[in-house]
């Protein structure tokens, strides 16, 4: 299927790993121009040139910085000779008891997860009207939707993210211009967070981080981990023009870990 994207600009934060690497990479293949952002310049700079050996016709433009700061965000749109699909993305907070958690915590996490994607849409989003075309795809989780209780910091920061999407993607002026708002919510994929969070859970059960590993795949219907392609490939088929008519959803991609009808 040819997804029509290409030639597009795309912004993908926080993509020089993982799942935002993993966008980045399927956008690269449908001949989507990008712009990818990391804090870490070797592991950016590695991973662009991965994206430019995937795909030569397209240009793949760096920003090292933490993208919750507003030089990096404002870099980063100015990168881009314009935004036509921004796939905001930055590090999950980390796990922890409520109790322990302190204001400065939470106004972490809620600026990594909820006002950093918000800021870089409120400078997006009417260009992407005017010009008719615009995808917006936030990597959210699947704690959205079946929160884990030591990730308290996160369910909250990302809930608050979802219902702001919610009410925004129904704005007639957008929806109405082919900009659509979709949140990705990944369960539990291969990446270097996922090996963080075994080796935690590793030592706080006195298992190998191949035993636990073997005890949450027997939890998924799938029997295994998701990987970047997968998601990245999704991520893409949302970007594309067949997806103009999907906005404002939550979408689940954790092989079938969540037990419910909806
Ligand atoms: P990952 O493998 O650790 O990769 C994270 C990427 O984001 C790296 O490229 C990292 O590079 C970059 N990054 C992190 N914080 C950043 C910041 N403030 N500014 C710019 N770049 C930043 O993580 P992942 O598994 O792909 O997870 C991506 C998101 O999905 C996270 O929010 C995570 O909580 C969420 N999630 C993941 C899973 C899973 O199973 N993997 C499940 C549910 C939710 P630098 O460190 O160099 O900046």
New binding site residues.
């Given amino acids: 299927m040819d997804l029509g994207i290409t030639g597009r600009w795309a912004v993908v934060?926080?993509?020089?790993?993982?799942?935002?690497?993993?966008c980045a990479a399927a956008l690269a293949r449908e001949g989507v121009n990008l712009v990818i952002?990391?804090?870490?310049k070797d592991?950016?700079e590695a991973?662009a040139a991965e994206l430019r050996a995937l795909n030569p016709a397209i240009e793949v433009k760096t920003v090292v910085?933490?993208?919750?700061q507003e030089d990096?965000r404002e870099a980063l749109l100015a990168a881009a000779p314009q935004v036509d699909i921004l796939v905001n993305?930055?590090?999950?907070?980390p796990p922890g008891d409520f109790r322990d958690w302190r204001q400065e915590d939470w106004y972490k996490a809620l600026d990594?997860?909820m006002l950093t994607p918000i800021a870089l849409i409120q400078r997006t989003a009417d260009a992407m009207a005017e010009r008719g075309y615009g995808r917006v795809i936030n990597?959210?989780?699947?704690?959205v939707k079946a929160p884990i209780d030591i990730l308290g910091l996160?369910n909250g920061a990302r809930s608050g993210l979802t219902g702001f999407i919610a009410g925004l993607a129904r704005q007639p002026g957008l929806a109405g211009r082919n900009v659509t708002f979709n949140n990705l919510?990944?369960?539990?994929?291969?990446?270097?967070?996922?090996e963080?969070?075994l080796a935690v859970a590793s030592k706080a059960s006195g298992l190998t981080q191949d035993e636990v590993a073997q005890q949450r795949r027997k939890g998924i219907p799938a029997g295994r981990?998701?990987t970047?392609e997968e998601f990245g490939a999704f991520c893409a088929f949302l970007c594309s023009v067949h997806a103009g008519y999907m906005t404002g959803q939550n979408l689940l991609l954790d092989g079938g870990a969540y037990p419910g009808t909806f």
Avoid: Y
């Avoid at 919510?185 to 996922?194: H, I």
């Fill in positions: 934060c926080a993509a020089s790993k993982g799942l935002g690497k993993g952002n990391a804090r870490g592991a950016l991973t910085g933490d993208v919750t990096v993305n930055a590090g999950g907070p990594a997860n990597i959210t989780s699947g704690a996160s919510l990944p369960g539990p994929f291969e990446t270097e967070r996922l963080k969070t981990f998701g970047s």
